[in-house]
């Protein structure tokens, strides 16, 4: 009842591990010898078939929201972390092998993972980060040479598929629910333990108590030094940053509930995630999310308060907030989220000032025309604004506008010329210069992802090699990859299984 983490071992059965894909980028921030993906034996201890010398194996106890009803104890049920390496700048990061085995976490399922959904994993992971969007890592990626039970869509079919093994990388793994479940069990002592571990370990550049002032209230000149409160607002602000980098980005992670938010800032846990192809606000990822769209695009921001307001809840329940500074943290997000967003669709857009008309008309637009979010920022990077506008003044967009009304056009015009107006001052070349530095070229779609999975999955690892040398430079162009990374997606992609996906794995 008032365990923090359970020890335990990987257990996966492994019967001739290979080694899939690896970063060289996670590697040198472990400062780990590029040599090591060599060794015979990398790809069994990294499957969990060999243990890891020096390791301290555990899975960690955490509950949580989740599609907004308390789900009680959940935890790692098939995360087994094998420790934490320090390197030479004395920065911490933990390791945790994903698909190694069952845990006392795991509850009625098997503690395994196929290739399929580590293969997105990984290869996001990787993404993100080059995006430039806090993120857990991925050091590796192995198959297990065993074949584990699931069933995609919960319909009865299912079927055998080749397990795999992703090690995760990131300074903590420490979600709300790690602290809720510990509040709800009206532990306020280890609540609090398990904050100031956090605050010494992943926060150490919060002020002393002594030299910190929190204004809670302009008003009335209401001062909190209260480290927990600072630390609140950090993770409230952090929060709200990500959310904002996702929105620009046009990233919906699919299932946002209470433990799959990171007390870090960091996109975590990716299961059914998806890029916006066609730009729809209530697009979502997640089968299992269809009936409301709790988790759709659109809500997103909303989604993030409501998961930092049951944060908040928690550290108050435990004493160690106060309503005024609970209420001032979910200030703070909700400024924060505004303030960056808006500097991230004005980067996006190539201007100097964030005009509300403008980028408001802009997304109805894109979504009455269900334009492609990617590739529209690229285009639009290539049109010419230094004359008035006129229908040649769309020749640029006709790769993401290829069918649209004489009306439609009419429309698209109108915006160019407020757009043009907004931009004055501002050339053509250091526009496009400065848009296509935030806007990226490439975006793990999930058609792409879903090509290198079934290249896998028939023993052609290349694939996903290759896409993940590809997401290393999302915002250069890229010219010999261009037609098949580039592109509008397939029809194809649009098909279940593909587009959206359910939290089986």
Request: aromatic fraction near 10%; include cysteine; charge should be negative.
């Amino acid at each position: 009842m008032k365990a923090c983490y359970s020890r335990v071992s990987p257990s996966a059965k492994v019967k001739d591990p290979k080694l899939v894909a690896w970063s060289d980028s996670v590697a040198e921030l472990l400062e780990l010898d590029p040599a090591e993906f060599k060794r015979e034996d990398f790809p069994l201890i990294f499957s969990g078939g060999k243990e890891l010398q020096g390791s301290e194996c555990y899975a960690q106890c955490y509950g949580g929201h989740q599609f907004g009803v308390w789900a009680g104890q959940l935890g790692d049920g098939r995360a087994i972390t094998l420790g934490e390496a320090l390197n030479s700048k004395n920065e911490r990061w933990e390791l945790q092998l994903k698909g190694a085995g069952k845990t006392p976490y795991s509850r009625m399922a098997d503690g395994l993972a196929v290739l399929r959904s580590s293969v997105r994993e990984f290869l996001c992971s990787e993404a993100m980060h080059h995006l430039g969007i806090p993120t857990t890592r991925a050091l590796c990626l192995v198959t297990t040479g065993d074949d584990v039970l699931r069933d995609m869509f919960y319909d009865g079919n299912a079927k055998m598929e080749p397990g795999a093994v992703v090690c995760r990388v990131a300074p903590s793994f420490l979600r709300f629910g790690s602290y809720q479940i510990h509040a709800a069990r009206d532990d306020s002592k280890l609540v609090r333990l398990l904050a100031d571990y956090t605050l010494k370990y992943h926060f150490p550049d919060l002020p002393d108590e002594e030299e910190l002032e929190i204004k809670i209230n302009e008003q009335d000149g209401q001062i909190s030094k209260n480290k927990y409160a600072a630390w609140f607002v950090k993770v409230a602000e952090s929060t709200s940053c990500l959310v904002a980098m996702w929105q620009a980005v046009g990233f919906t992670h699919g299932v946002l509930n209470t433990d799959n938010m990171s007390v870090l800032g960091l996109t975590i846990d990716y299961g059914p995630f998806g890029f916006l192809d066609a730009f729809d606000p209530k697009y979502t990822p997640n089968t299992t999310d269809l009936p409301g769209r709790r988790y759709c695009f659109a809500n997103q921001p909303d989604i993030g308060l409501w998961n930092i307001l049951q944060f908040g809840n928690t550290l108050m329940a435990a004493g160690l907030l106060t309503q005024e500074e609970l209420q001032y943290g979910l200030n703070r997000y909700a400024d924060t989220f505004m303030v960056h967003y808006q500097q991230n669709m004005t980067k996006k857009l190539g201007l100097k000032e964030y005009n509300k008309d403008l980028t408001s008309k802009l997304l109805s637009n894109l979504a009455f025309d269900k334009v492609d979010y990617t590739n529209f920022f690229r285009a639009l990077a290539s049109v010419n604004l230094t004359e008035p506008i006129t229908e040649d003044t769309l020749v640029p967009l006709k790769s993401v506008l290829p069918d649209i009304s004489k009306e439609r056009k009419k429309t698209w015009m109108d915006w160019l010329s407020l757009y043009r107006e907004k931009a004055e001052g501002i050339s053509d070349e250091s526009r496009k210069a400065a848009m296509n530095k935030v806007n990226p070229k490439y975006v793990l779609r999930n058609y792409l992802c879903q090509s290198a999975i079934d290249a896998a999955e028939a023993g052609d690892f290349s694939e996903v090699r290759q896409l993940l040398e590809v997401m290393k430079r999302p915002f250069d162009e890229q010219p010999e990859v261009e037609k098949k990374y580039a592109r509008l997606p397939p029809t194809w992609a649009y098909r279940p299984g593909v587009c959206m996906l359910s939290c089986s794995s």
